[in-house]
Nanobody
Framework: QVQLVESGGGLVRAGDSLRLSCVAS????????ISWFRQAPGKEREFVGA????????YYADSVKGRFTISRDNAKNTLYLQMNSLKPEDTAVYSC????????????????WGQGTQVTVSS
């Protein structure tokens, strides 16, 4: 089992920045990919980006490329999502998810999920 806990969400204005954290615990040695997803009210869950837990590859959705940055601190078992130039359309619950095999943007392929953290961007 892998446990994931997100933090760092909040209410900000358009153009502001936030950094989300995802702390992993449990059987993290078996984790291959950790991804960020978001879900806005009334919409499907959307892939934001992902990192190979023990590699150097990082991927982003086109909608956030150039504004969001994923980084990793393996010593702290933490994945970060730095969000800059936030827009009202970035408002959503942001969750991290982990799986033990290849990277995919399909949320139903992930085995472990955090509880999510709310990000609200006002105009």
């Amino acid at each position: 089992q892998v446990q994931l806990v997100e933090s760092g969400g909040g209410l900000v204005r358009a153009g502001d920045s936030l950094r989300l954290s995802c702390v992993a615990s449990g059987r993290t040695f078996s984790t291959y990919v950790i991804s960020w997803f978001r879900q806005a009210p009334g919409k499907e869950r959307e892939f934001v980006g992902a990192a190979h837990w023990r590699g150097n590859s990082i991927y982003y959705a086109d909608s956030v490329k150039g504004r969001f940055t994923i980084s990793r601190d393996n010593a702290k078992n933490t994945l970060y999502l730095q969000m800059n130039s936030l827009k009202p359309e970035d408002t959503a619950v942001y969750s991290c998810a982990a799986r033990n095999t290849y990277l995919t943007s399909l949320p139903d392929r992930y085995d472990y999920w955090g509880q999510g953290t709310q990000v609200t961007v006002s105009s």
